[in-house]
Structures are given as C-alpha cells and as structure tokens.
C-alpha cells in the first residue's frame, strides 16, 4: 500500500458510505482547526493577482480606448464592488463548507456532474499558466541579455517557436513554480505573503521614480477623451470587462477561503485587497502611463516597457525581478491550484496534490503556450470561448447554494455514490443544472465571439450568468433538501 493510499485508508466516515472515486486526503473538507488563513493571507492574494502584467496592459489600454484618468478610476471603482460583492459570496461558500470547487460544484451539479465545471474552470487555467509562464520568462530572458550580452546568440534560432534562451528560461520558471507547489497551498500562502510587499513597494517605486523623472507633469488623457453618454458606456464595459478577467477567482475563489479561520478574515481580506487595492493599482496606471505621455508622447503597453528604460543596471534587475516574483505568484493562485484540484478529482485514486501539479505543468508545456500566446485566432475564439462558459457556471452554482438551498449543504453527501444521496441526482447528473447551463452558455458564447454582438461582447459573463440563474430558479426543483450538516465526521486537515 503506497503512502497515499494508506492516508486515504486512514480516514473514517462515520455512518456516511464515502466513496474512494469522490474523497480523497485532497478533496476532503477542511477542519476549523487546522484553517490557517486570515485576512493578510486574503489580502495577499490580490495584492498579487490585481498588480499582474496582464493586468496593467488591460487598464493601460482604456487610454487608447478613449477613457481619462477619472473615467478609469471611475470603471475601477465600480469593477470593484461588484466584484467584493460577488467574491465575498464565494469566498463564504468556501468558508462554510470547507471544501474546494470540483467539490462544490457537486452540490448543483451532481457527483459526477460537477466534472463539467471542474474541467472547463481547469482547461482555462491550465493555457493561462502556460501563458504567464512565457511571459514572465520573456522578461528574465531580456534581463539576461542585458546583464550578459553575450547571451544574445542563444536568442537568434527557433525550436518549436522557442529560441534556446527562451527555452532556458522557461524551463526554469516551470520548475520552480512545480518546486513550490510540492510543498502544497501552505507553501503557496507562504509565497504570496513574501511576493505581496515585494510586488507593491516596487509598483509604488516604479510610479514614484516616473513622476519624479516627469518633473511632476502627468496627463490625464490619451488624444481626445470620450465625452457624455460614450464615455459612460465605455466606463460600464471596462468594468464588465474587469470583472469577467476574475470570472475565473470568482469560481473558485473557494479554493483558498476554505482554509480561512472565519467570515471577517474574509471581508477584511477582500475589503483592503479589492476596492482599495484596485483603486491604489489603478492610480499607479494612472500615473505611469501618464508619465510616460507627458514625457515624449508615447502611449506604453505595460510596465516592462518602463522597466526596460531604467538607466542604473541594479535597479533594472531589481525590478525585473520583482515582475518575475509578481507573475510566478499570479500564476500560482490563478493557473495553477484550479486545475490541480479538478485533476485530482477526475483521477482520485492516482492523483494527489502534488502529482496533479505535475501533470498540470507538464500540460501547460506541451501545448506551447508561446504558439497559442502568438495567435489572436486561438487566444480570442478558444480561450475567449471557454471564458464566456464560465459565467453561466456561476449562475447555476450560485443560484443552488443561496436562492435555493440559502447555504445549508449536507457536506458528507458530498461524498458517496449511493443512488439515494442527497447529491447523487440522476446517475450522479443533475438535469436542472445542465438544463440551465447548456442554453445559457450558448448565449454566452455567442455574444462573447459574434462580431454582430460586438457592443455586447463586453457583457458576456453577466448575460451568461444572469440567464443560467434564471432558468436554474425556473427549472429546478424547489423542494431541495435543506439539511446543514457540517461534516466534521469525516473532516481531516487537508492542508
């Protein structure tokens, strides 16, 4: 018998038949006990995340687009409390149930079912972390190149798309990412606690260091400025459009919160890392790119574009280094922990968290996360559609867990294959669900990849969302179980 299977082996049910297809060391709900997350570790989390390059491009952007400074903050602002709103929903789910989101799915979905939603919110992660993986390595492989400019020879050829310093480099950051996630999600917190002081005192650097080189001059707009009703329309889509890059958290935002000690580590969390955090990151945008503009008239992409300029070497790496520590951490809380859990759900009994990791990487390898990066056709229609999916999972999710049950779960029901379990449906499917998810995520993507939907694209998650929502409340079942177990019986600390 392997260590694994001796610690699954070890773990009782109490009167609940729990099946070794559905609980696993890994899938198992956390005990109060051993929840080691307060509201610094929550904070952490976007301290990293919402500072991301991706990030930055994306609010960088909105000048081109038209927006001022004020109607940037504006679209922040709002961008910022919907999404408190909708991640302080989710972060309880976590909370209260202890378990993380192929577990949670099981509730709306089914046993079996919820490998639909685990896969979906898994395939995305699973390009991204390869994505974030390229990008960050494009930029230790510009700082190598600058420190050893000899190095520049390794940076001429292609294999696979690849240069040979690009392969370096890549490799590398792989590794290490695979390195920290071996030691589990106690040594992820531990990492973001070290990234989000690094991450936000270099950001505040960097912004302070370009008013300081601006003489104090920065421009509150691009060209011409959207005026009136344009500007408004174009502040609400920045703002869908910010919300739908967290559609993803917002799923499974449970991952984390299960290992928070309570309710007001969360809000706390979420308070200071989300509308304050997102109104603090959107003035650093503002003064970066409006820096820039004043000083010679040029619109930057992303804050590497002001790294690179940095005259004193030390200070280059500096930096550089600091926007590879930001985007390893992005990577780990956004691309790398979904598709674990999702992994070690589809394959219980050969996977745990530390295998799953390594399957999850090595996909994120063998796709070229460069090749897909490079094309607008994969990255707009295959990933694009596969975000749009993600809204109407929301909605059936969170229309089951507080329109209908109001947050009480059976958790070990969770559990067990037996035909009469609360959550086992029909064959392990719940009809409704589907029913609600199928229609709503075509809508979804339509409106998301149609050109004639264009004006709407922006929305596409809420329409999603709001629609399978709807029809969930129309088509479900309203007599649902309203049972609160807490599952202690066969709670261990799956930390």
Not at 253 to 280: E, H, Q, W
Not at 409 to 435: C, I, K, Q
Request: aromatic share 12%; with cysteine; hydrophobic share 55%.
């Amino acid at each position: 018998m392997t260590a694994l299977e001796d610690r699954r082996s070890s773990v009782t049910a109490g009167d609940t038949a729990t099946s070794s297809a559905l609980y696993t060391y890994d899938l198992a709900p956390t005990k109060k006990e051993g929840r080691r997350w307060g509201a610094y570790n929550v904070f952490t989390l976007w301290a990293n995340d919402v500072h991301s390059l991706g990030n930055y491009a994306f609010a960088i952007g909105l000048f081109a687009l038209g927006l001022n400074v004020w109607g940037i903050l504006a679209a922040f602002a709002l961008a910022s409390v919907l999404l408190f709103l909708l991640l302080t929903l989710s972060g309880f789910m976590g909370h209260k149930t202890g378990v993380p989101f192929p577990v949670m799915s099981r509730i709306a979905f089914g046993v079996k079912g919820a490998k639909i939603p685990a896969a979906v919110r898994g395939a995305v992660a699973i390009a991204w972390f390869g994505i974030q993986t390229y990008l960050a390595s494009a930029v230790l492989s510009a700082l190598l190149v600058a420190l050893f400019p000899e190095l520049s020879r390794l940076d001429t050829n292609s294999l696979l798309g690849q240069s040979t310093l690009g392969w370096i480099t890549f490799l590398v950051l792989w590794a290490l990412q695979v390195l920290i996630v071996s030691y589990g999600m106690q040594m992820i917190r531990r990492y973001m606690a070290f990234a989000a002081p690094v991450t936000l005192v270099t950001m505040c650097a960097l912004a302070v260091w370009m008013f300081v080189r601006a003489d104090g001059s920065v421009s509150l707009s691009v060209g011409d400025p959207l005026t009136g009703g344009a500007m408004w329309l174009q502040v609400l889509q920045a703002a869908a459009l910010w919300v739908v890059i967290y559609g993803t958290f917002v799923l499974n935002f449970c991952d984390f919160t299960r290992s928070a000690k309570d309710r007001g580590s969360i809000v706390r969390g979420n308070v200071i890392g989300i509308p304050v955090n997102m109104l603090f990151f959107a003035c650093i945008v503002a003064v970066l790119s409006g820096a820039q503009f004043s000083l010679d008239g040029r619109v930057i992409t992303s804050p590497t574009d002001i790294v690179r300029s940095v005259p004193n070497m030390f200070l280059l790496a500096v930096a550089s280094l600091a926007l590879i520590a930001l985007t390893v951490a992005v990577n780990l809380l956004a691309n790398f922990v979904a598709p674990i859990y999702a992994l070690v759900n589809l394959f219980p009994r050969r996977l745990d968290f530390r295998r799953a990791g390594l399957v999850s990487a090595v996909l994120g390898l063998v796709i070229t996360p460069w090749n897909l990066y490079n094309s607008p056709v994969v990255v707009n229609y295959f990933l694009g559609g596969l975000g749009a999916l993600l809204g109407p999972l929301f909605g059936v999710i969170m229309a089951d867990y507080w329109l209908l049950r109001k947050a009480r779960v059976n958790v070990p029901a969770l559990y067990t294959e037996d035909a009469d379990a609360e959550y086992h449906y029909r064959r392990g499917y719940n009809p409704r669900a589907v029913a609600a998810f199928v229609p709503s995520a075509a809508i979804a993507v339509v409106v998301a990849l149609v050109p004639f939907f264009h004006a709407a694209a922006g929305f596409s998650w809420f329409i999603g969302a709001v629609a399978a929502a709807a029809l969930y409340a129309v088509v479900a079942d309203r007599a649902v179980p309203i049972r609160d177990v807490d599952g202690e019986a066969i709670a261990v600390a799956a930390e």
